[in-house]
């Protein structure tokens, strides 16, 4: 089992920087690969962004390129999401996931967070 607890979110305005950042126990960090989605009111969970077991390779949904960027740190058990240039339509629960394949759908993660608010303002 692997427990994933999100923090760091909030309210900020278009145009901000926010960090969220997601802890894991319960197995070993190392051996998992991460992810971050989010669901906005009324719509579908939808992909953001995934970082391999190393660090090594991150990939983003079109959506955010450029403007987010996913990390991990192992020894922390820790993998976060830099947020920056936030628009509005950024506003979502975001949720942390990880599992042992790479992927861009929800059913390539078996372990999901609570999920965190994130709101942005115009």
């Known amino acids: 089992q692997v427990q994933l607890v999100e923090s760091g979110g909030g309210l900020v305005q278009a145009g901000d920087s926010l960090r969220v950042s997601c802890a894991a126990s319960?197995?070993?960090?190392?051996?998992?690969?991460m992810g971050w989605f989010r669901q906005a009111p009324g719509k579908e969970r939808e992909f953001v962004a995934f970082i391999s077991t190393t660090g090594g390779f991150t990939y983003y949904a079109d959506s955010v390129r450029g403007r987010f960027a996913i990390s991990r740190d192992n020894a922390k058990n820790t993998v976060y999401l830099q947020m920056t240039s936030l628009k509005p339509e950024d506003t979502a629960v975001y949720y942390c996931?990880?599992?042992?394949?790479?992927?861009?759908?929800?059913?390539?993660?078996?372990?999901w967070g609570q999920g965190t608010q994130v709101t942005v303002s115009s």
């Open positions: 319960g197995r070993t960090f190392s051996s998992l690969r």
């Open positions: 996931a990880a599992g042992p394949r790479t992927g861009v759908v929800r059913d390539d993660y078996d372990y």
